[in-house]
């Protein structure tokens, strides 16, 4: 790649998904890194127009800061490949792949990942019984964020019937209880590299929703998670397997749940994020600065690991 003051990058964010607040904030952070790495830097809000948009600009780089659908599904990355516009983050199929949480699981349970009971279930299923043994987790098929999910305890009615804002494809899984984990994963050039593990504590409510995520003060990270070493091992080697087998490449993060109580068989790997928050306070950044690497190193990374072709 020609040097950073003559490479042209276009930070893509916003969109139109669930998640845009959140890629909004994100993009502004990465192009504030990649401008204080010394890139060449336009910051453009995905519409509608974004097909002109990217022909004015006319980059050499587009960095993906996109979260949610259109934007982390696969669709904007075949745009970016139909136009031979090199970019950061996975390729097609994994972005698809990673989205789907359906087709995720089949590829997880496929190279032996330990994944938690599920099916497919359409909207037309919920309302008259439970899908499945309570606890569960109704969530839709294609959505980040924690956005739409319902968890359903012992003891609870049946979901209510669906509103007509609710996907029709929907995937009810059973509830994981413990501990909620996170590995941030670089896709090197000689393999996957996991960086460490985090131990999310959300600080108000029973699980990592929305607002926890999102909110200030709405969950503390505990970096390196204080675990058992053979689990953090564990955890590290699952988020590395998960990125190969989608075919993931840049940065990833995988999410798994821990019950303590049932040791090492207690791990279940959740999904894989193909487009990670990107904030110098989000899980994977956070992640990589306690691995000696910073927002601005992390983001240039990523601009010179930037590809079309795969």
């Given at each position: 790649m020609s040097s950073r003051?003559?490479?042209?990058?276009?930070v893509?964010?916003?969109?139109?998904s669930a998640e845009r607040e959140v890629s909004l904030v994100s993009g502004a952070a990465c192009a504030e890194a990649l401008r204080a790495a010394g890139y060449a830097v336009e910051e453009i809000d995905a519409g509608d127009d974004l097909d002109a948009r990217l022909s004015e600009a006319a980059p050499d780089v587009a960095f993906n800061a996109l979260h949610g659908r259109w934007g982390e599904d696969g669709c904007v990355q075949g745009l970016l490949e139909w136009r031979r516009i090199p970019y950061t983050h996975s390729g097609v199929l994994a972005s698809a792949l990673a989205m789907d949480k359906l087709r995720a699981r089949q590829v997880f349970a496929a190279a032996g990942?330990?994944?938690?009971?599920?099916?497919a279930l359409s909207r037309a299923e919920?309302?008259?019984?439970?899908?499945?043994?309570?606890?569960y987790v109704v969530k839709p098929v294609a959505e980040g964020s924690s956005v739409g999910i319902l968890i359903v305890h012992e003891g609870d009615p049946p979901p209510p019937p669906p509103g007509p804002d609710m996907p029709e494809r929907l995937m009810v899984e059973a509830f994981v209880p413990g501990r909620e984990l996170t590995v941030a994963v670089l896709g090197e050039a000689d393999g996957p590299r996991a960086l460490t593990?985090?131990?999310?504590v959300p600080r108000a409510g029973a699980w990592y929703d929305y607002a926890a995520k999102y909110a200030p003060g709405?969950?503390?990270h505990v970096v390196p998670a204080q675990i058992p070493d053979a689990v953090f091992a564990a955890c590290l080697d699952i988020a590395a397997r998960a990125h190969a087998a989608l075919g993931c490449r840049g940065l990833s993060r995988a999410d798994l749940r821990w019950d303590e109580r049932r040791g090492l068989e207690g791990l279940a790997l959740l999904e894989v994020n193909t487009q990670p928050g990107m904030t110098p306070t989000s899980l994977a950044p956070e992640q990589a600065a306690a691995c000696?690497?910073?927002?601005e190193a992390l983001n240039a990374w990523l601009v010179e690991d930037a590809s079309c072709d795969r």
């Open positions: 003051a003559s490479t042209r990058v276009a893509l964010k916003g969109g139109r990942l330990p994944v938690a009971p599920g099916r919920l309302g008259d019984a439970h899908p499945m043994e309570p606890p593990v985090t131990d999310i709405g969950s503390e000696g690497i910073s927002f």
